[in-house]
């Protein structure tokens, strides 16, 4: 998906694909250091806490900019439905790339604010100290998990409501709108829903380091098994929407998709893509 995102011009000049293929990048970054991590658990490999902080501190910030990504996917689909005619003025390469900078300096703050208060309660051996890699290493106060609580549920109540906003507008466009605007405005309904989805199993994957906490403190067993089912299902599950809704549903991005597929071979493509 990603070759065939640069490969073609249409798609590296057009907001949603844009954000799409970043999306899709970020994933797979995120995906191949959570794998590491889940091994790591699942072997029983402990690692030294100052190495497992960068990782850490890597891994928060793909996630957080996954969350705020989809939630411009959202806000991108309500412009081109609800303001068509200003959809172009709106949606510019510059716009886009500026607010995806945006995006990963917001995401980055979350993580520095974390280092900042960590470095300030950790005594000097903690860091020759050997652990696993999970985030709630960077949590040594229980006011700084208290927090870090309240932040994720700020940000799931604004994501939210930034959801609900554009459904809602979409869905008064799609009832008011005929022919092949109706169309794609159920399409953007559908589209939107998908991506409600993702957002609900990515805002489940910030509680679970809760959870586990509480878990871990009963048995480490159960810990490490608990752990396992919310990485199969908060974790990759919700990574598999991005490639389904942009990659598959897309029926200009599935038939370039198809064309490099075949070795360009196909040539029953549209000339389009050709």
Not at 99 to 104: P, S, Y
Not at 117 to 122: E, G, H, M, P
Request: charged share 15%.
């Amino acid at each position: 998906m990603l070759f065939t995102f640069f490969k073609k011009e249409v798609f590296r000049t057009t907001t949603r694909y844009i954000l799409f293929a970043h999306t899709l990048l970020n994933d797979s970054v995120l995906l191949l250091l959570t794998d590491l991590v889940a091994l790591q658990i699942y072997l029983n490999i402990l690692l030294p806490v100052e190495f497992c902080i960068l990782l850490c501190m890597i891994m928060e910030v793909l996630s957080r900019t996954t969350r705020f990504v989809i939630t411009a996917m959202c806000l991108e689909r309500y412009v081109a439905i609800c303001l068509p005619l200003r959809h172009a003025d709106i949606s510019t390469l510059r716009r886009t790339l500026a607010g995806i900078l945006f995006i990963w300096a917001l995401s980055s703050l979350y993580v520095i604010i974390d280092l900042f208060i960590f470095t300030a309660s950790a005594p000097p051996s903690y860091y020759a100290e050997e652990t696993f890699c999970r985030y709630e290493i960077l949590l040594l106060t229980e006011w700084h998990t208290y927090m870090r609580a309240i932040l994720s549920n700020l940000e799931f109540v604004v994501i939210g409501i930034i959801v609900v906003f554009c459904y809602i507008k979409i869905t008064i466009a799609a009832r008011a709108a005929s022919g092949d605007n109706k169309k794609s405005s159920s399409k953007a309904q559908k589209t939107l829903l998908l991506h409600t989805v993702q957002l609900l199993l990515c805002v489940i994957e910030m509680l679970c380091p809760f959870l586990e906490i509480v878990v871990q403190e009963i048995d480490f067993q159960i810990f490490v098994n608990v752990r396992y089912f919310n990485f199969i299902v908060f974790i990759l599950a919700s990574r598999c929407v991005s490639p389904l809704v942009y990659g598959l549903r897309d029926e200009f991005f599935f038939a370039a998709l198809k064309y490099y597929a075949c070795f360009r071979l196909k040539k029953t493509v549209s000339p389009h893509f050709v």
